[in-house]
C-alpha cells in the first residue's frame, strides 16, 4: 500500500493566518491527491482534487499544490470555520489511503 | 441535492457480522463508485471498499476475504457485511460517492455511523 504522511501533526495558528500542510506519499502518485477537511461529529468534507482543482463550493482561501511524492494544502488567511482536522488522500493506486491528519487549532 | 445516510446495528458481538446499508437520494446509484470508508482512532481513515456500475467491487486486501459490497437499484441502496468481527472493526462507519475524474475522489458523504464490536 502507498503510505501516506502529513506534516505537522497539529498546529496552532489565528485568525488571518497563512497556514501550509504538507503531505507525502511513499512513491510516486503523480497528481492524485485529494484534500479534506472534517469537522469533530462530522464527515470528510472534499476541499481539492487532483492535488489542486478547487471543489465546486470550496472558497478560494483554499490551494493545493504538487505532485509525485509531495504535495501542499494552504489556507490564504484562516477564518474562524476553518478551525479542524485535514487529511490528504491518494488515489492513484487500489487500495486508496489517506494521511493521519493535520489538526489546526486556534491559538 | 446528493444526500446519504448509513443505517444499521450500532452494536454486533464478536465473530458475528456488521452489516449496514447506505441510502442515496437526489442521485441514480447507477453511476460512481460507491464506497465504505470508516474511522477510528487505531486505524484513522480506512477505505473498505466499492461497488461501481451496479456490480464491479474492490476491496481492501486487508478486509478482503471478510466483505461484501452489494447495490440494490431499486431502492437506491448499497450495502456493506463485513464477517467474523472484533473488537478492531469498532469504528465509524461512512459510506460516500466516488466520482472518477482520472481518478477518485469523494465528493457526498454520509454523516456516519458508529458501530461498536462487544459482547
Known amino acids: 500500500d502507498i503510505q501516506m504522511t502529513q506534516s505537522p501533526s497539529s498546529l496552532s495558528a489565528s485568525v488571518g493566518d497563512r497556514v501550509t500542510i504538507t503531505c507525502r506519499a511513499s512513491?510516486?502518485?503523480?497528481?492524485?491527491l485529494n484534500w479534506y477537511q472534517q469537522k469533530p461529529g462530522k464527515a470528510p468534507n472534499l476541499l481539492i482534487h487532483?492535488?489542486?482543482t478547487l471543489q465546486s463550493g470550496v472558497p478560494s482561501r483554499f490551494s493545493g499544490s504538487g505532485s509525485g511524492t509531495d504535495f501542499t494544502l494552504t489556507i490564504s488567511s484562516l477564518q474562524p470555520e476553518d478551525f479542524a482536522t485535514y487529511y490528504c488522500?491518494?488515489?492513484?493506486?487500489?487500495?486508496?489511503?489517506f494521511g493521519p491528519g493535520t489538526k489546526v487549532d486556534i491559538k | 441535492q446528493v444526500q446519504l445516510q448509513e443505517s444499521g446495528p450500532g452494536l454486533v458481538k464478536p465473530s458475528e457480522t456488521l452489516s449496514l446499508t447506505c441510502t442515496v437520494s437526489?442521485?441514480?446509484?447507477?453511476?460512481?463508485?460507491w464506497t465504505w470508508i470508516r474511522q477510528s482512532p487505531e486505524r484513522g481513515l480506512e477505505w473498505i471498499g466499492n461497488?461501481?456500475?451496479?456490480?464491479?467491487?474492490k476491496y481492501n486486501p486487508s478486509l478482503n476475504s471478510r466483505v461484501t459490497i452489494s447495490i440494490d437499484t431499486s431502492k437506491n441502496q448499497f450495502s456493506l457485511k463485513l464477517t467474523s468481527v472484533t473488537a478492531a472493526d469498532t469504528a465509524f462507519y461512512f459510506c460516500?460517492?466516488?466520482?472518477?475524474?482520472?481518478?477518485?475522489?469523494?465528493?457526498?458523504w454520509g454523516q456516519g455511523a458508529l458501530v461498536t464490536v462487544s459482547s
Open positions: 487532483s492535488a489542486s
Open positions: 461497488i461501481y456500475n451496479t456490480e464491479s467491487t
Open positions: 460516500a460517492r466516488g466520482y472518477y475524474r482520472g481518478a477518485v475522489s469523494f465528493d457526498y
Open positions: 512513491q510516486t502518485i503523480r497528481s492524485y
Open positions: 488522500q491518494q488515489s492513484f493506486r487500489t487500495p486508496t489511503t
Open positions: 437526489g442521485d441514480s446509484i447507477n453511476n460512481y463508485y
